[in-house]
């Protein structure tokens, strides 16, 4: 190694052979921009210093300034200040709950792309909230302008306000055409003639005129009421001649789909035939983004409807009757069918919305044209966006339940677990939970016998990643590569960490 000759106190010579090029005497050119660096205190120059070997190419070293007093403190006040803008800026927002999580905004992570110029009292950022028809995006706004102009030294503020891309809660199991859209809500009555349809394109167009990107899929193969309900300018589906995917039609800015614009009329088929034209027709759409997918359910709980509960998570249900017995005997049906698969928890709805029966809301569905649309501020239309605003706060609702209803606290090497509609939360080994796989790779399906034996799970064990499954499980992916399904109710069985049992 060549060993630079000793500067004065103000030169710092490279001393490492590796920086030096194999020629001896100098470094490439090329490494020397690697150790330039501007610094609040500091400047550096390359300054050529003679080696004590014979050689007579000159060797390198940095040379450095000591910054004055008096910029190391401006820049420093500088740093302070901004810090302390940023600071006085979020704090005030902070004061900005969300109704629906009960958490301040910044905490709910919508305040995006924050700016401060605070030399001209200038601030602009962005409110991310969770859908494009939050209810009250504009009292947000309001509000947000207000904290913010309240501050001394602000001038000046620009507020612009977003959504989060559309994204479901069950990206890992969802066919490709459905990766991007955000809700997936049913339309349910099981009990034909009640005004189910009407219902759900009311509905549809309702979300549709709060600002959310919608898309209606009419399962009723046997009787579609779509094609009557509105008034497409095209009312065929077409196909993407590439991927053979279906591409929907539109009417007034909502995506449609439904058997009736196939160009077949009603089905004459057999039940496997239904589901399988109904699975197709929902999973090789191509739906794009959305923020709600409302499904208008055939009526009924056979078959055609387990299908496409199961072929799709629906993040939601809305439950149509009408006052009779007999109506709400099928519907009494239709929730326990909606509660068995982990769609609504119990036969006890907390939100009941009255409709007027009127010749209008009819007469408008059988011209083509919903009446939220013909009558935007009539009653009906009032009643429909009450309805809106529940099932968007809803939905906001059961996404941050799922989405933190089991995760991975590394700092205490556990899994916690809070399940929707339970205020008790409580840890669990990782190791423990791996051991008590169910699936087929851990189980002899047949005689029962424990294929996954104690000792092949490592005490160590962590997951690499936790994903919602459904209202009902999570899956975990483990560092072996498998992917393990633990359902909420197997969850709840495991023995838990308490006290001193924590593995860290």
């Given at each position: 190694?060549?060993?630079?000759?000793?500067?004065?106190?103000?030169?710092?010579?490279?001393?490492?052979?590796?920086?030096?090029?194999?020629?001896?005497?100098i470094?490439?050119?090329?490494?020397?921009?690697?150790?330039?660096?501007?610094?609040?205190?500091?400047?550096?120059?390359?300054?050529?210093?003679?080696?004590?070997?014979?050689?007579?190419?000159?060797?390198?070293?940095?040379?450095?300034?000591?910054?004055?007093?008096?910029?190391?403190?401006?820049?420093?006040?500088?740093?302070?200040?901004?810090?302390?803008?940023?600071?006085?800026?979020l704090?005030?927002?902070?004061?900005?709950?969300?109704?629906?999580?009960?958490?301040?905004?910044?905490?709910?992570?919508?305040?995006?792309?924050?700016?401060?110029?605070?030399?001209?009292?200038?601030?602009?950022?962005?409110?991310?909230?969770?859908?494009?028809?939050?209810?009250?995006?504009?009292?947000?706004?309001?509000?947000?302008?207000?904290?913010?102009?309240?501050?001394?030294?602000?001038?000046?503020?620009?507020?612009?306000?977003?959504?989060?891309?559309?994204?479901?809660?069950?990206?890992?199991?969802?066919?490709?055409?459905?990766?991007?859209?955000?809700?997936?809500?049913?339309?349910?009555?099981?009990?034909?003639?009640?005004?189910?349809?009407?219902?759900?394109?009311?509905?549809?167009?309702?979300?549709?005129?709060?600002?959310?990107?919608?898309?209606?899929?009419?399962?009723?193969?046997?009787?579609?009421?779509?094609?009557?309900?509105?008034?497409?300018?095209?009312?065929?589906?077409?196909?993407?001649?590439?991927?053979?995917?279906?591409?929907?039609?539109?009417?007034?800015?909502?995506?449609?789909?439904?058997?009736?614009?196939?160009?077949?009329?009603?089905?004459?088929?057999?039940?496997?035939?239904?589901?399988?034209?109904?699975?197709?027709?929902?999973?090789?759409?191509?739906?794009?983004e959305?923020?709600?997918?409302?499904?208008?359910?055939?009526?009924?709980?056979?078959?055609?409807?387990?299908?496409?509960?199961?072929?799709?998570?629906?993040?939601?249900?809305?439950?149509?009757?009408?006052?009779?017995?007999?109506?709400?005997?099928?519907?009494?049906?239709?929730?326990?069918?909606?509660?068995?698969l982990?769609i609504?928890?119990?036969?006890?709805?907390p939100?009941?919305?009255?409709?007027?029966?009127?010749?209008?809301?009819?007469?408008?569905?059988?011209?083509?044209?919903?009446?939220?649309?013909?009558?935007?501020?009539?009653?009906?239309?009032?009643?429909?966006?009450?309805?809106?605003?529940?099932?968007?706060?809803?939905?906001?609702?059961?996404?941050q339940?799922?989405?933190?209803?089991?995760?991975?606290?590394?700092?205490?090497?556990?899994?916690?677990?809070?399940?929707?509609?339970s205020?008790?939360?409580?840890?669990?080994?990782?190791?423990?939970?791996?051991?008590?796989?169910?699936?087929?790779?851990?189980v002899?399906?047949?005689?029962?016998?424990?294929?996954?034996?104690?000792?092949?799970?490592?005490?160590?064990?962590?997951?690499?990643?936790?994903?919602?499954?459904?209202?009902?499980?999570?899956?975990?992916?483990?560092?072996?590569?498998?992917?393990q399904?633990?359902?909420?109710?197997?969850?709840?069985e495991?023995?838990?960490?308490?006290?001193?049992?924590?593995?860290?």
């Amino acid at each position: 190694m060549e060993i630079l000759s000793a500067p004065s106190s103000r030169f710092l010579p490279f001393e490492n052979s590796k920086l030096q090029s194999k020629q001896p005497g100098i470094a490439p050119p090329e490494k020397w921009l690697q150790f330039l660096s501007a610094t609040s205190s500091s400047s550096s120059l390359l300054t050529p210093l003679r080696s004590s070997s014979s050689s007579s190419k000159p060797s390198f070293c940095f040379t450095t300034r000591a910054a004055s007093a008096t910029e190391v403190a401006a820049s420093e006040s500088s740093a302070e200040l901004s810090s302390s803008a940023e600071s006085d800026v979020l704090n005030a927002l902070s004061q900005i709950i969300d109704p629906d999580f009960g958490k301040d905004i910044v905490s709910c992570g919508f305040v995006k792309d924050l700016e401060i110029d605070e030399g001209q009292g200038k601030v602009s950022f962005r409110l991310e909230l969770t859908t494009p028809a939050c209810p009250i995006k504009d009292l947000f706004e309001q509000q947000a302008n207000e904290v913010v102009a309240g501050l001394p030294w602000v001038k000046n503020v620009s507020v612009t306000m977003s959504a989060q891309p559309a994204k479901p809660m069950y990206a890992g199991v969802l066919p490709p055409g459905l990766q991007t859209v955000s809700n997936i809500v049913a339309v349910s009555s099981c009990k034909g003639g009640v005004g189910k349809s009407t219902v759900a394109v009311n509905l549809a167009y309702t979300l549709a005129g709060m600002g959310a990107r919608v898309g209606i899929f009419d399962a009723d193969v046997y009787g579609p009421s779509l094609p009557t309900m509105v008034s497409p300018e095209n009312r065929l589906l077409m196909m993407n001649p590439e991927n053979r995917s279906i591409i929907p039609t539109e009417y007034m800015g909502v995506k449609l789909v439904s058997y009736g614009f196939a160009g077949q009329g009603r089905a004459i088929m057999r039940g496997p035939m239904v589901s399988g034209v109904i699975n197709q027709l929902l999973t090789t759409t191509e739906w794009g983004e959305l923020d709600y997918l409302i499904i208008d359910m055939p009526p009924g709980t056979g078959d055609i409807q387990i299908t496409l509960c199961q072929v799709v998570p629906l993040t939601a249900a809305v439950i149509v009757t009408t006052p009779q017995k007999l109506s709400f005997i099928d519907v009494a049906k239709g929730v326990r069918m909606f509660s068995k698969l982990k769609i609504v928890e119990k036969l006890g709805i907390p939100h009941l919305f009255d409709l007027p029966i009127r010749p209008t809301l009819s007469a408008h569905g059988d011209n083509g044209m919903p009446e939220v649309v013909a009558d935007p501020l009539g009653e009906v239309a009032k009643t429909f966006q009450d309805l809106g605003v529940c099932l968007v706060q809803q939905c906001a609702k059961i996404r941050q339940r799922v989405s933190t209803a089991v995760t991975y606290d590394t700092s205490m090497k556990a899994i916690k677990v809070k399940l929707p509609n339970s205020e008790e939360e409580f840890l669990l080994h990782p190791a423990t939970v791996r051991r008590n796989d169910r699936s087929a790779q851990s189980v002899d399906e047949w005689t029962g016998e424990q294929k996954l034996l104690y000792s092949d799970v490592p005490e160590d064990i962590e997951p690499v990643d936790i994903r919602p499954l459904g209202n009902y499980a999570v899956e975990i992916t483990w560092p072996d590569g498998f992917n393990q399904i633990a359902p909420y109710d197997q969850l709840q069985e495991m023995e838990r960490l308490v006290g001193d049992t924590f593995p860290f």
